[in-house]
C-alpha cells in the first residue's frame, strides 16, 4: 500500500520505504577519504562517495580512471591504502575472512566476461551458491535456478554448457547467477561491453528490471554513458583519482565541467587526451631516421 | 661484484617463493579435514581426474620401463652366468626407485599440467574471483581436492606402474630369454623385504605431496594471461622433476 502510495513520487520509492519501515540509513556503501595506488600509480586519491540503499548508482569515467578497482574495493578483493570502505556502516577492512564471506552473500557480482564456472551446466552455474550456502532439497533448488532462469530468458538454455552460450547469453546467465541468492546489493563490472544492440538492450532492461523487483541496490560500473543514463537514480563521474562530478543522469549531461562535458557527450577534444603519454611524435619519428 | 648481487637476489627470490610455498601448504593441510568430511565427492572427483585418466600413461610406460630393466639386468647379469637373479634387479629397481620416480615424472607431465593449466584459467577466467565473490573459498573448492587427488593417486598409479613394470621385466627375463620363472620370482621373494616396500611406499607418498603442492602452487599462483598459464605449466614440470629427484636421493640416503 505504501509502495503504491510513494509510485509516483519523483524520489525513488524504495529508498523511502526502505528508511521508512526500517529504520536503515540510507547510505549502504560509503567510501570516505579512500587513497589507493598500484605501484607508483596512484588510482584514487581522497575518494568520498556514497551509494544509497535501493538506487541503481552508476559509476562512469573514461577507461583506466579505476572503475572496476572501485568495485574489487567495495567487495574487498582489494584494500586502500588509507580511508575507509563501509558496508551497511562496517568497515569492510576490519572483517575476518568467515565475516567477509557472510558480507558477500548479501553481494551478486556480475563480472565484465561472465565468470562462468567452466566445468558446469547453465544449470548448475546458476544452481552452485544456492548448493554451497543452503540446504534446499534438489526439488526446490530447481524451482529456484529455473525462475532465475526465466527472469533472464534462458529457462531453455539451461542444460547447456558455458562454451555453447554467445556473449550475450553468458552475461545473462551470469545475472541470474548473481541473484541466485536475492542479495541486497547487485554490482555489475561493464555489463553492456561488447553485447550487439538486442542483447545490450535486453541486459538494460534487466538492470531496472531486477533492481525494482527484487529491491536490490545497484551498482553499474560502466563508460557507456547512454545506457547507464537510462537505468541509473545517481551517477558519479570518476577521473583523476576523485570524483570529477555526480547528480543524476540529467544533472549530469547539462553539467559544464569540460570534463564532464567530454565524457558525456563523447567529445574527442577536452581534458581527457586520446593519446597515452608518449614523447613528440616528430622528434620521436625523426630521432629514429637519424639512427 | 654484481653477479654477486644477481647471485643473492636470487636466492632471496628463491627463499621468497619456498616461503610462500610452505604457507600455501599449511593452508591446504589445515582446510583438508573439513574437506574430506564436507566435500568428500569432490575429493574422489579429482582421484579420478589424477589417477584413474593416468593410468593408460603409467601402464604402457611401466610395461616399456619394466622390459628395459629386464634387458639391462639380464644382458649385465649373463656375463657373470647370474641371470636367474634378473628378477631381484628388476624388483629393487622398480620398488625402491625406478617406479617411483618415473610415476611422479609422469604424474608431473599428464596430471600435473592438466591441473595447473586448469587452475590457472579458471583464475585468468575471473572463475576463482566469481567463487570468492559467491563466498565460496577457492582454496576450498578448487586447490585442496585437487591437491589430494593428487596425493592419494599417486601411491596407487606407483603400484600400478611397478606391478606392471615387474610383469615387463618378467616377460623380457622369462619368456624372451628363458630365465627360469620361479627363480625370478623366488629369488626376488628372498632378497627383498618388506623396508623395501616402505621405502617405495615413502617415496610415492612424498612424491604426490611434492607433484600435487607445485602443480596447485603453480596454477594458483600463475599470471592471468596465456603466456602466464603457459610458463606456469612449464614450471610445473620442471620443478616437479627436481624437487622429485632431490627428495628421492634424500629418502633413499636415509633408507640406507
Known sequence: ?291 | MAVLRDVWTTFLGFLQVLGAMCMFFGRLVRYTPQVVFKRFSLVVYQVYNAGALSLVVIMISGLFVGGVLGLLAYSSLERFNAEDTTGIFAGLGLVKGIGPVFTALLFAGRAGTALTSEIGLMKATDQLSAMEMMAVDPMRYVAVPRFLGGVVAMPLLTAIFTSIGLLGSHLVAVEQFGVDVGSYWQQMQNIMDMDDVYEGITKSVVFGVVASLVAVWEGYNSAPTAAGVGRATTRTVVVTSIAVLFFNYMITAIYI
Open chain 1, 1 to 291: 500500500m505504501l509502495r503504491a502510495l510513494l509510485e509516483p513520487l519523483a524520489v525513488p520509492h524504495r529508498r523511502l520505504f526502505n528508511t521508512w519501515s526500517r529504520n536503515l540509513p540510507d547510505n549502504l556503501i560509503e567510501l570516505r577519504d579512500v587513497d589507493f595506488s598500484r605501484g607508483n600509480r596512484t588510482i584514487f586519491r581522497n575518494l568520498s562517495l556514497t551509494i544509497e540503499r535501493g538506487d541503481v548508482t552508476a559509476i562512469m569515467g573514461p577507461s583506466g580512471t579505476g572503475k572496476t578497482t572501485l568495485l574489487q574495493l567495495i567487495t574487498r578483493q582489494l584494500t586502500p591504502d588509507r580511508g575507509q570502505v563501509l558496508v551497511d556502516g562496517v568497515d569492510v577492512a576490519t572483517l575476518s575472512q568467515a565475516e567477509l564471506y557472510r558480507l558477500r552473500q548479501r553481494f551478486g557480482v556480475l563480472f565484465q566476461n561472465g565468470a562462468l564456472l567452466t566445468d558446469m551446466s547453465v544449470f548448475e552455474n546458476v544452481a552452485f551458491p544456492i548448493r554451497e550456502h543452503t540446504r534446499l532439497p534438489d526439488s526446490l533448488i530447481r524451482h529456484v535456478v529455473l525462475t532465475k532462469l526465466h527472469a533472464v530468458g534462458l529457462r531453455g538454455a539451461a542444460e547447456l554448457m558455458p562454451a555453447q552460450l554467445s556473449g550475450g547469453m553468458a552475461r545473462r546467465v551470469a545475472l541470474a547467477r548473481a541473484i541466485a541468492m536475492d542479495p541486497d546489493i547487485l554490482l555489475y563490472d561493464e555489463p553492456f561491453v561488447g553485447l550487439d544492440p538486442i542483447s545490450m538492450g535486453v541486459i538494460v532492461k534487466l538492470v531496472g528490471q531486477i533492481s525494482d523487483a527484487l529491491d536490490i541496490t545497484s551498482v553499474v560500473v560502466s563508460h557507456d554513458v547512454h545506457d547507464v543514463s537510462a537505468v541509473a537514480d545517481y551517477c558519479y563521474v570518476i577521473a583523476d583519482g576523485g570524483v570529477a562530478a555526480a547528480g543524476t543522469p540529467a544533472e549530469l549531461k547539462a553539467e559544464s565541467t569540460e570534463l564532464v562535458n567530454q565524457f558525456m557527450h563523447g567529445l574527442p577534444d577536452g581534458p581527457v587526451a586520446f593519446h597515452y603519454d608518449a614523447p613528440d611524435y616528430r622528434e620521436q619519428l625523426l630521432g629514429a631516421e637519424k639512427d
